[in-house]
């Protein structure tokens, strides 16, 4: 699959140095940066800032808060000067995400207080290409980034936001720096890091659209899979997954979760919602496991550990999953998490159990 990392960030940094470096003779500091309140020469500040705050998170191993420092210049630092500390910063920012394995999580506040190396790259390069753009309107410059850079960064860090055929314009306008047909402006945004559910032996990995879409196409998502892995049941919860964000209504957090063992980081199998909650607060969930890591107790665990998750939003009233009457074997599973067989699709069906014959089990709040 197409990943974001260091190889990404230099290339992100070298494409914006290229272009300020033509006009680094201009006054930055008397030139509003486009539709900031800053001038162009403390939004080029703020690009290294951001960078090697980025670097620092994954080398120090952050998980509570950022490492408390900040970067100063040297008085009288002239704006070529400043392009080299954005260089500078962004090869430290590289060689972070080069060398953090990938089930490093270090602390960010948005919106799940964690990124891995790939989010951090992310978010670096994508601070680089807005606030580059920024800079190039308040100069008069011309700059658009690869468009297929800006759509690795959507599927990565804005999941909520429904692709457009020119993903750069999507971007800008999903950062409140310009406008798509029929979409209301955005005023106010954030970016998403992917979700994740620790558990006992493993962790519950929010699979993002970047990820689904190679699942889907039969890769490995960016995992490193168990013999045997993935299951074909994730692959297709995958492009399912894929659809609802080409359509604009897929959800992160009501999606699909990739089960990594956290002794070896290698995932054994998916788990996700098949929908937001419904009217009265019910939430399905399904699962399935590679062969090779079946009979570990790996299926219960997570089962138990998302519908923990659920059950703790105020939305979710109660977490079904449903089985086939003839997989004892998935019904062990659901029975051991503490799910009880309900009648039906729901208590009122009446019809001995089972519901468009499948056996239906619910746990509520």
């Known amino acids: 699959m197409r990943t974001l990392g260091g190889e990404q960030v230099e290339e992100a940094v070298a494409g914006a140095v290229a272009l300020l470096r033509t006009a680094t003779d201009r006054d930055w500091r008397a030139t509003r940066a486009g ?9 080029a500040e703020h690009v290294a800032s ?10 120090g191993r952050a998980t509570e808060a950022y490492v408390p420092f900040e970067i100063t210049l040297d008085e009288g630092t002239g704006n070529e000067d400043v392009l080299q500390v954005i260089e500078t910063t962004g ?10 394995p990938r089930e490093v999580r270090a602390f960010h506040p948005y919106p799940f207080r964690g990124a891995d190396r790939e989010g951090f790259a992310a978010m670096g390069i994508t601070e680089v290409l807005l606030h580059t753009h920024d800079i190039a309107e308040g100069l008069g410059l011309s700059y658009e980034p690869p468009a297929e850079r ?27 720096r310009g406008d798509l047909p029929g979409r209301a402006p955005v005023t106010e945004w954030r970016w998403r890091n992917n979700l994740v559910v620790p558990a006992e032996r493993l962790t519950l990995q929010g699979l ?5 879409t190679d699942l889907a196409a039969g890769g490995d998502g960016g995992f490193a899979w168990i013999d045997g892995g993935p299951y074909q049941g994730t692959r297709d919860a995958a492009g399912m997954l894929v659809k609802a964000y080409e359509t604009g209504v897929h959800r992160p ?16 199998g998916g788990i996700g919602f098949h929908g937001v909650p419904d009217e009265k607060g019910r939430v399905e969930i399904g699962y399935d496991l590679a062969e090779a890591a079946r009979g570990n107790g790996y299926a219960t ?23 086939e009457p003839e997989n004892t074997a998935s019904q062990a599973v659901i029975a051991r998490a503490g799910f009880v067989r309900i ?7 009446g019809d001995g159990g089972e519901g468009g014959g499948q056996f239906v089990y619910e746990l509520r709040r």
Do not use: M
Not at 50 to 59: P, R
Not at 91 to 100: F, G, K, N, S
């Open 301 to 323: 665990e997570g089962l138990r550990a998302l519908t923990e998750w659920a059950l703790g939003r105020e939305a979710v009233t109660s977490v079904r999953a449903t089985t």
């Open 150 to 176: 800006c759509a690795d960064l959507l599927a990565r860090l804005f999941p909520h936001v429904r692709p457009d055929a020119d993903p750069w314009r999507t971007l800008l306008w999903a950062t409140g």
């Open 35 to 43: 539709r900031l309140d800053w001038d162009c020469r403390y939004t």
């Open 343 to 349: 009648t039906g699709d729901g208590a009122e069906d």
């Open 253 to 268: 957090v009501w999606g699909v979760f990739v089960l990594v063992r956290r002794e070896d980081g290698r995932a054994v």
């Open 208 to 212: 993002t659209p970047a990820a689904a």
């Open 91 to 100: 090869a430290l920012l590289a060689a972070a995400v080069r060398t953090t």
């Open 50 to 59: 951001d960078l090697i705050a980025y670097a620092g998170q994954l080398a």
